[in-house]
Structures are given as structure tokens and as C-alpha cells.
């Protein structure tokens, strides 16, 4: 569940991205960097564990579904608060300047 | 475990390559292109540097997601030694383990999606050049 979120946040973020480019005034690209290595990662520990578990690894417990969803969406924040902090540092569009630095008149 | 060490030491040393390949690189080379099938532009050639770029940043964010997984599930802690599996022989050896196997297949495969991406870069290069029509 946690690397579906991964995945969703990925691709949407991609798109979103691409809608964009080439211009990268929001950054979105540290979106998906981010995301897809994360995406890449979790792949790797599904195979791991779908070797372990087998078909059991398609019907997990509801409980452990939910939890995992709800990390999932918790990465995805987390995600989002990296990127949001990336973008006002590095200020591309000079907004937080703008804020900081008023012309005198 | 801490498998996701193992990425982030990869991300270490192409950070310090990039560093180190951005301060060597001259002047990028200039490439004449068509980027919507109408005008040809100018455009710079992407330098190595920022392609080593992309893998420092698939690297950085996944290890930092994946850290952060396993600070959900009690597994890094703030305090000394920060992996609790650290904390006894036996789940240390089990966490080397899974840092050996899991861990170096995700630095594996996310270097390998990497290359994929160079190769699919150059053709992309390859092509953009070969469609230019010949100049007079």
C-alpha cells in the first residue's frame, strides 16, 4: 500500500511536471525525483517480501492495509513539506524576496 | 532494517562526484534544435555533472522517504546507537544481512533506472541532431 501511494504521488507529480516544463518555476521536478526513488526502493522490498510471503503477500490484513496507507500518505506529507521547504528556499519566482525586501518609495 | 543506508552512501559518493565533475566541466557545448518541430534554437547540451544530477536526487529522496519508514516503525531512534537492531548481535547481523541483500538491490536498481535514463537522453540527443536539416 505504501509503495501504491508512493507510486500514485509519483505519477501525478510527474504529469503535473510535465504539464509545466520546460519552464520549473514550482520545482515540481524535486517532487518526483523524490517520489520515484522512493518508488524504485519500495519496489525492491515488495519483491523481497513477496519472496518471502508468496501469495500471502496479495491479501494482506486489513488492519496492516490501513496502516501501511496511512504511512503511505504520511511519506507523501512528509514528501510535500521537503518540497515546499526546497521551493521557498531557493525562491525561483523571488516571492519570499519580494516579501522580505520592499521597495522604498 | 536499515537497509536504506546502503542508498544513502551511494547518494554520498555521487554527490561528492558531482562536485567534484561540475568543477572540472568547461563551457557545456551548443546544440542547434527543433524542440516543437518548428524553430531551431540553440539550446546547451546537458553536462554529465547534471546527469549524475538526476541520480543524486532519485538516490537522496528515496533513501530520505525510506528513512523516514523506518522511523514509523521503531526501527531508527534519536538516540545512541540511532538503529535498534544495532543493539544486539543477533538483529545486527540480521540488519547487515538485509542491508547486503535489499539494501544494495535497491542502489542497484535505482543506478540501473538511471542508465536507462542516460540511454534514452542520448538517442533523445541523437535524434534531435539527425532531424536537423542540413545546414547551408
Excluded at chain 1, 33 to 51: K, N, R
Excluded at chain 1, 69 to 82: D, E, M, P, Q
Excluded at chain 2, 1 to 9: G, H, R
Excluded at chain 2, 89 to 113: F, I, K, N, Q, R
Aim: glycine share 6%; hydrophobic share 55%.
Amino acid at each position: 500500500m505504501t509503495l501504491l501511494t508512493t507510486v500514485f504521488a509519483a505519477v501525478i507529480c510527474t504529469v503535473i511536471w510535465y504539464k509545466g516544463a520546460p519552464k520549473s518555476e514550482m520545482k515540481v521536478g524535486v517532487l518526483c525525483w523524490m517520489y520515484w526513488g522512493a518508488s524504485l526502493m519500495w519496489l525492491v522490498d515488495a519483491i523481497f517480501e513477496y519472496a518471502e510471503l508468496h501469495e500471502e503477500y496479495f491479501t494482506p490484513a486489513p488492519a496492516d492495509m490501513l496502516n501501511d496507507f496511512y504511512l503511505g500518505l504520511s511519506v507523501v506529507a512528509l514528501g510535500l513539506v521537503i518540497w515546499l521547504i526546497i521551493l521557498l528556499v531557493k525562491d525561483p519566482k523571488g516571492v519570499v524576496k519580494a516579501a522580505l525586501f520592499r521597495k522604498k518609495n | 532494517m536499515a537497509c536504506f543506508l546502503v542508498p544513502a552512501a551511494e547518494a554520498v559518493v555521487t554527490t561528492i562526484a558531482t562536485k567534484v565533475m561540475k568543477s572540472k566541466e568547461a563551457n557545456p557545448e551548443t546544440v542547434k534544435v527543433q524542440l516543437d518541430g518548428a524553430e531551431l534554437v540553440e539550446e546547451e547540451k546537458i553536462p554529465f555533472s547534471r546527469k549524475l544530477g538526476w541520480l543524486n536526487k532519485l538516490l537522496w529522496g528515496g533513501s530520505a522517504l525510506l528513512a523516514f519508514e523506518h522511523v514509523w516503525h521503531g526501527e531508527v531512534v534519536p538516540w545512541f546507537p540511532f538503529l535498534t537492531a544495532a543493539s544486539n548481535p543477533a538483529d545486527a547481523a540480521e540488519m547487515l544481512h538485509e542491508m547486503s541483500t535489499a539494501g544494495v538491490t535497491m542502489a542497484v536498481l535505482v543506478t540501473a533506472v538511471w542508465a536507462g535514463m542516460l540511454i534514452v537522453s542520448s538517442v533523445i540527443e541523437k535524434r534531435a541532431k539527425k532531424a536537423l536539416p542540413a545546414e547551408s
